[in-house]
């Protein structure tokens, strides 16, 4: 590998596009590859980026010599076989959130992972958001212990749009996709494995054929909990919203931005080089691939949340 990470991006789409204007603050980094569906949409957004490559087949990205790593932004469903097919190829990978629909396949990422030796990290980027950092700061220093988080997960998707507005090709899950943010954060900050999990959900959709309300809690063995409410029925405000309940303050977080519980802004500004928690998430990424060591929400360190959410898939099922 040269002194320049050269990485490879699949999917042009919105949080393709996130990691991009993530990566241009990046020194040492550079896209040399873009994959995505539509071949005249990739090539406009290769063009505005000053990609020379673009494609809409990953082997051929992989068969590039010069790409060291590879960030997929791709469809949940193609997550698993596609980092596989990268470390199989040689290429450090981050795979976005999340790892996988069915836990056999996110414990084979791993198995070939450990086979390969490269690195394999999934995009749990609440870990880096500097709100969460704030608060994961003050529960290793031993000032604050979290007694409940209380979690909202909240959008209005009705139909298969995605963050842009624009149809999509596969469908969202509240479960897989954007549970695995709150299940894994929760451990993550409770310092403590899950040791309990129920879930019930809504009415499932007629024509998207999942369920579009869910509500699930949760119990840390050292006795926090968590409970999250999720929805795509909901029409605003919209995202994901953590209230903290601890021992000794309330921290309100909503993605980069962190409030006390009487709702006064705490400044986290300096809590890390950037405000962007994929920016700081693709730092992560990288700094991991030039230390050799293995990054913060690796896949080894994630696949505890996605045994919790086959646990509560089954309860589901049932």
């Not at 790409?67 to 990268?86: E, F, K, R, S, Y």
């Not at 030039?290 to 646990?311: D, Q």
Request: charged share 20%; with cysteine; aromatic share 6%.
């Amino acid at each position: 590998m040269s002194n320049t990470i050269k990485v490879a991006l699949a999917g042009a789409g919105a949080f393709g596009i996130k990691h991009l204007d993530g990566i241009k603050n990046i020194d040492g980094v550079e896209v040399v590859s873009l994959i995505s569906r539509d071949i005249d949409k990739t090539r406009a957004v290769a063009d505005k980026y000053g990609i020379a490559h673009a494609t809409t087949e990953l082997d051929e990205a992989l068969a590039l010599p010069e790409v060291d790593a590879v960030i997929l932004c791709t469809p949940t469903q193609m997550h698993a076989a596609q980092a596989i097919a990268c470390l199989k190829a040689g290429k450090h990978v981050q795979v976005e959130i999340p790892l996988c629909d069915m836990l056999a396949s996110g414990e084979e990422v791993l198995r070939v992972q450990q086979e390969s030796g490269k690195v394999a990290m999934c995009g749990h980027t609440r870990r880096f958001n500097p709100s969460h950092q704030f608060v994961h700061k003050k529960i290793v220093a031993g000032e604050f212990n979290i007694q409940q988080m209380d979690v909202q997960t909240y959008f209005f998707r009705r139909t298969n749009m995605n963050a842009l507005g624009e149809p999509r090709s596969w469908t969202d899950h509240l479960l897989w996709h954007h549970a695995a943010h709150t299940v894994d954060l929760f451990a993550y900050q409770a310092g403590s494995p899950i040791v309990k999990a129920n879930a019930i959900q809504g009415p499932i959709h007629p024509t998207l054929g999942i369920a579009m309300d869910m509500s699930i809690q949760l119990k840390a063995a050292n006795g926090a909990i968590c409970t999250l409410s999720l929805s795509f029925n909901n029409e605003g405000p919209l995202g994901t919203f953590f209230r903290y309940i601890g021992d000794s303050a309330t921290y309100i977080a909503r993605y980069d931005d962190l409030f006390n519980g009487k709702e006064e802004q705490i400044d986290v500004s300096k809590v890390d080089v950037s405000m962007n928690g994929i920016e700081l998430q693709d730092r992560e990424f990288f700094a991991a691939i030039r230390e050799g060591r293995e990054p913060n929400s690796s896949v080894a360190s994630v696949l505890p949340c996605y045994r919790v959410l086959h646990e509560l898939e089954q309860q589901l099922k049932d």
